[in-house]
């Protein structure tokens, strides 16, 4: 298949040659990029505590690998429901988007796609992460389900709170507790323990991203955690960044996740330790390649989980 000429408007934190501008239908491209589809960063991130969570609700139920079925559904449902939100979001803040340099080439405001023809998208996709959804218990479809009360409300937090990045970690974080549940069919601990660390990751990631916008954030009168910590976001981080490892580890450990899983934290550990280390606030491109790093750190742990749960079986067989 040849490529497709990239002439349509793009953003400066997609890279130039992705797949959506190389290889999709022209009619398609706003809509994957409405989606995201050109960068694929938030669905990993979004989709990681789901396959933490199953792993360790797995490795609770003393089976050698979590289930590749549930793998697959969370694989496309985390997508899938990252497009809708990313839509939802640029529909709700396609004003703001407009005046900011790194967002004012999306679909809404460069007048690739109409605010209705997004709602429809936007629909179409959310009927999508409902199919996925209910091939779940009925347990982990409510849960799942109530997690569109934040999804509604985030966009709307940088005009009233320093800490949007808060409500973003909450939101984004939930399938920590869904993968769990998909597993065991209840709520417990361990699972909540992984997704307060997650949800501080959350904000350490997020943080580093923001700084990308934050002289336009500033112009518009929107907030952010970048603002708020300014040139301590180095500490701030790393305080963020510490307490994830923590919760991650201490869930790991209610669950009987042995020494693998352990050195892989505390590989995910170092390698949030050079994120900080290495971070220069004052430079976009340098922020968005720590921020985009964070999808390493999530195979990393999900690596070391499944090494542990294989050699745990091995060792009960």
């Known amino acids: 298949m040849q490529p497709h000429t990239l002439n349509a408007p793009t953003v400066p934190d997609a890279p130039p040659d992705n797949w959506v501008h190389r290889y999709a239908p022209a009619w398609f491209r706003p809509y994957a990029r409405l989606a995201r589809f050109d960068r694929p960063i938030g669905g990993w991130l979004l989709l990681f505590p789901c396959w933490w969570s199953l792993a360790l ?42 005046g900011v340099a790194r967002t004012r080439g999306r679909p809404i405001p460069s007048g690739e796609v109409t605010v209705k023809s997004a709602a429809l998208f936007m629909v179409l996709l959310c009927l999508i992460g409902l199919a996925v959804l209910l091939q779940f218990n009925w347990y982990t479809v409510v849960l799942g389900a109530s997690s569109l009360a934040l999804v509604a409300i985030y966009p709307f937090m940088k005009r009233y709170t320093y800490w949007p990045q808060l409500v973003l970690g909450l939101t984004f974080k939930w399938g920590a507790l869904v993968g769990w549940s998909a597993a065991r069919g209840k709520l417990e601990w361990p699972a909540i323990v992984l997704y307060l660390g997650s949800v501080a990751w959350t904000i350490g990631y997020d943080t580093i991203y923001a700084h990308q916008d ?46 693998i899983g352990m050195i892989a934290l505390a590989a995910a550990a170092a390698h949030m330790a050079w994120q900080v280390a290495t971070l220069d606030i004052s430079d976009p491109e340098n922020c968005l390649k720590r921020f985009r790093s964070n999808r390493d750190l999530g195979w990393l742990i999900f690596a070391g989980f499944l090494a542990d749960m294989g050699l745990a079986a091995l060792r009960a067989g």
């Open 57 to 98: 609700a797995e490795h609770a139920n003393g089976v050698a690998y979590p289930s590749l079925w549930f793998v697959i559904l969370f694989l496309v449902g985390a997508f899938v429901m990252r497009g809708a939100g990313c839509t939802y979001n640029d529909i709700v803040d396609r004003e703001y988007d407009a």
């Open 214 to 259: 934050k002289e336009d954030d500033l112009a518009l009168g929107l907030k952010s955690t970048a603002l708020r910590f300014g040139e301590q976001t180095r500490p701030w981080v790393s305080g963020f960044y510490g307490f994830a490892v923590l919760m991650w580890a201490l869930a790991a450990w209610m669950t009987g996740v042995g020494a």
